[in-house]
């Protein structure tokens, strides 16, 4: 198993401490399937039923992490699931899926569109 270095296995747990939370999560998982538009905070908030304020600190905490992106348009912000960086933390809970007991070789895995799967 290769050995990532210490300031990006702390990064990715990082990550997911912000998801920790059932609200959280449930933002993301909403977020990804709203993808690629994305939602504005006032539809987030009638969907999960969310008060305004929670809203806003989890999505903050989520932006910080990087997992979520916003843009403003007008007065009002628009939220999208930051796929390319959840990709990442996939791709770091696989990156060495099944190599130990030898189920997988790790010839067979490929890198497809930021995501590590394995060859069919």
């Given at each position: 198993m290769k050995q990532l270095p210490?300031?990006?296995v702390t990064k990715y747990a990082d990550m997911f401490a912000a998801m920790g939370t059932e609200s959280r999560l449930r933002i993301v998982q909403l977020l990804l399937s709203a993808h690629p538009d994305g939602m504005f905070a006032g539809e987030i908030q009638a969907e999960l039923g969310i008060s305004a304020s929670n809203l806003s600190?989890?999505?903050d905490k989520l932006?910080?992490?990087?997992?979520?992106?916003v843009t403003r348009e007008g007065t009002f912000l628009r939220y999208t699931?930051?796929?390319g960086t959840l990709g990442q933390l996939l791709n770091f809970?696989?990156?060495?899926?099944?190599t130990r007991n030898k189920a997988i070789e790790p010839?067979?895995?490929?890198?497809?569109e930021g995501m590590e799967t394995t060859k069919a």
């Open positions: 210490d300031e990006q600190h989890h999505l932006r910080n992490e990087g997992l979520v992106c699931a930051n796929t809970l696989y990156a060495e899926c099944c010839g067979r895995i490929v890198q497809i």
